[in-house]
């Protein structure tokens, strides 16, 4: 069993930077899948980045982030995080992030953990 707990969400102006973390439980941490996917007022929850199980890791990224965000994971310290820059209004949405044993995946029906959620608010 793997608990997921998200930090970091917060206010910032357009072109600020907001940086987020997950912190999980249990001891097979370094053997999941890590991936954020954020959810915005009246939209459909939506993949944002994605890691591998190993820190020296394949990543993924939506195309609308892809040279803003960075996602990353120190297995040592059980945690996931996701490195935003540049944020745009449309980042706005609550984050979630979400683990599965083994591979990688973009869909949200793969993942079998998730976090509670923190909302990240980008004001024009």
């Known amino acids: 069993q793997v608990q997921l707990v998200e930090s970091g969400g917060g206010l910032v102006q357009t072109g600020g930077s907001l940086r987020l973390s997950c912190a999980a439980s249990g001891r097979t941490f370094s053997t999941y899948a890590m991936t954020w996917f954020r959810q915005a007022p009246g939209k459909e929850r939506e993949f944002v980045a994605a890691?591998?199980?190993?820190?020296?890791?394949?990543?993924y990224y939506q195309d609308s982030v892809k040279g803003r965000f960075t996602i990353s994971r120190d297995n040592a310290k059980n945690t996931v995080y996701l490195q935003m820059n540049s944020l745009k209004p449309e980042d706005t949405a609550v984050y979630y992030c979400?683990?599965?044993?083994?591979?990688?995946?973009?869909?949200?029906?793969?993942?079998?953990?998730w976090g509670q959620g923190t909302q990240v608010t980008v004001s024009s």
């Open positions: 890691t591998s199980w190993s820190e020296s890791s394949i990543t």
């Open positions: 979400a683990g599965r044993y083994g591979s990688l995946s973009m869909k949200e029906y793969d993942y079998n953990y």
